[in-house]
């Protein structure tokens, strides 16, 4: 894994995070519009599960519904994950750690660490119910960081993208 230097970060594109290059490729690519969807429906699954799991740990009730959140949270971040490598392999060459991504995909192995640990927890019945639930807030905020790492960069990748449409223009 190559961490970013500022050398390395002009060759890749991410002081300004896309050359031209991986801009085209980024705007012909399929997995681009795949993330656009996914990552609002994680969010979203997200929102419902972390309000199941709040509630069973204010109540005590609730906790199928939770567990089932959790589950499906986690299978949403998984197919994220997967098509989100396939994506950077597209854009950057690289199936992960592209020079442009490396930190946001960094802390995102701690957030896939978090959600399958919930995921082995529960298979193997290790600890109390409410630890279990513990550790998908854990890895909730975990994923919360990650998920405002993602939205600034997209947010930088668009202040970028308008000087050059206006250049085009």
């Not at 929102?47 to 939770?66: D, F, K, W």
């Not at 529960?122 to 630890?131: C, P, S």
């Amino acid at each position: 894994m190559d961490r970013p230097t500022a050398a390395n970060l002009r060759h890749e594109g991410a002081l300004g995070l896309y050359t031209p290059e991986q801009r085209r490729r980024r705007d012909e690519t399929r997995w681009t519009l795949v993330q656009g969807i996914l990552a609002p429906l994680q969010f979203a699954i997200f929102l419902v599960s972390l309000t199941l799991v709040l509630r069973y740990l204010a109540t005590g009730e609730g906790a199928l519904a939770a567990t089932v959140s959790i589950v499906a949270k986690t299978f949403a971040l998984y197919a994220i994950m997967i098509t989100g490598s396939i994506w950077e392999k597209a854009v950057f060459g690289r199936w992960l750690f592209a020079p442009a991504f490396w930190w946001e995909d960094s802390f995102s192995m701690l957030v896939l660490a978090l959600h399958t640990a919930y995921l082995v927890a529960l298979a193997t019945g290790y600890g109390t119910e409410r630890g279990r639930m513990l550790i998908a807030l854990a890895a909730y905020a975990s994923y919360a960081i990650n998920a405002t790492q993602f939205l600034l960069k997209l947010r930088a990748a668009r202040l970028q993208a308008a000087p050059a449409q206006a250049m085009a223009q």
